[in-house]
């Protein structure tokens, strides 16, 4: 168990639908890291916050949005859903937000977009 | 433009052989080069991580190899078992800088008896 919670699990919704994910890190961790997992393109960095604020931002499309709370949990805020979204999503934390320090990921949300 | 290129995408390998499984980066400012064991339904953890000031770390079965001047690194598992069966995926990043991790596409490691 890495200690990061992702919910939900599993998220089936339709196209132009707006969605939120959710993800609580791991207990003495500050930053987050938001993650798309798909078949053909791998593991891809969307974004990623340090206590609150925004560290470093990756490939995330505008429709994507996220933030950290000040309890340091986190969401994914994905808008105008498009088939090409479905994923899986996954969180990851680490405690002094380096990149050369050990991620630790949640098991993930998996989105289907019908 | 793919930054890690990540080779073979999938291995099927007998139970008690040797797991090989590369990578090669393009940016030389990548400095930290970390390994992530994934097994189906469950997140990437790490596994083992190497930096560019040493050409071998090993941990148990687990041994990465890095090649700076060919800007390629390996990740060797000895006497593979039937629960190594996994997806692996290397990574580089500039950790002086700060970089986020860029990951190579994954290899699907198959164990068999």
Not at chain 2, 19 to 46: H, M, R, V
Request: charged share 15%; hydrophobic share 35%; proline share 5%.
């Amino acid at each position: 168990d890495s200690g990061v919670t992702q919910t939900p699990k599993h998220l089936i919704t339709a196209t132009g639908q707006r969605v939120t994910l959710r993800c609580s890190p791991r207990s003495g961790d500050l930053s987050v890291y938001w993650y798309q997992q798909s078949l053909d393109q791998g593991l891809q960095f969307l974004i990623q916050y340090y206590n609150g604020e925004e560290r470093a931002k990756g490939n995330i499309l505008e429709r994507f949005s996220a933030q950290q709370f000040p309890d340091l949990h986190s969401e994914l805020n994905l808008s105008s859903l498009e088939l090409g979204d479905s994923a899986l999503y996954f969180c990851a934390s680490s405690v002094s937000g380096l990149s050369n320090q050990p991620q630790h990921f949640g098991d993930g949300t998996r989105l289907s977009i019908l | 433009q793919q930054q890690v290129k990540q080779s073979p995408q999938s291995l099927i390998v007998q139970k008690g052989g040797i797991s090989i499984i590369n990578c090669a980066y393009e940016n030389t400012a990548f400095d930290y080069f970390p390994w992530y064991q994934q097994f189906p339904g469950k997140g990437p953890a790490l596994l083992i991580a190497i930096r560019p000031d040493v050409s071998e770390k090993k941990e148990g079965r687990f041994t990465i190899s890095f090649n700076k001047s060919a800007k390629q690194f390996s990740l060797h598992i000895m006497d593979s078992q039937p629960g190594d069966s996994a997806t692996y995926f290397c990574a580089a990043s500039r950790g002086s800088g700060n970089t986020p991790l860029v990951f190579g596409k994954g290899t699907r490691l198959s164990v068999i008896a």
